[in-house]
């Protein structure tokens, strides 16, 4: 193998094992945050009686990708403090137990209104739940 053909394997069996630490690193954006649990709004304003399949879709998504990243989950939680208006009649007891009305087991910041997104993503919930069967 020439020399050049031989730094670019490094280089690319490099980049494959460290992809998984770049992506851990990136946090979310607020749009994105907004774009995912937007179909959740229903839901949290008690509109509907169960989360619609993309809300659920959307929490896997967050919870999945950035549940173990201190600074994305505070990104999170800034965004949803920042973005919805405190006008709406938002139940966060809902907001707060999405994973468990999805039915999935994920990490996410507690969120309000008044909560200190910096200190709530230290105190975050670990929801379980079991569908019936």
Known sequence: MAPAASLSAVAAVLLLFSWPLLLAAEQPSCQLVISQ????????????????????????????????DHEARQAICECVQHSISPVLPIDFDLVNTLPIACGINVHLPKLSFSVDCSQSVHHSLSLTHSLPS
């Not at 304003?45 to 919870?63: A, E, K, Q, T």
């Open 37 to 68: 649990l937007g179909p959740c709004l229903p839901y949290v304003l008690r509109s509907v009686r169960m989360p619609p399949d993309m809300c659920c879709n959307g929490v896997l998504f967050l919870g999945s990708r950035y549940s173990q």
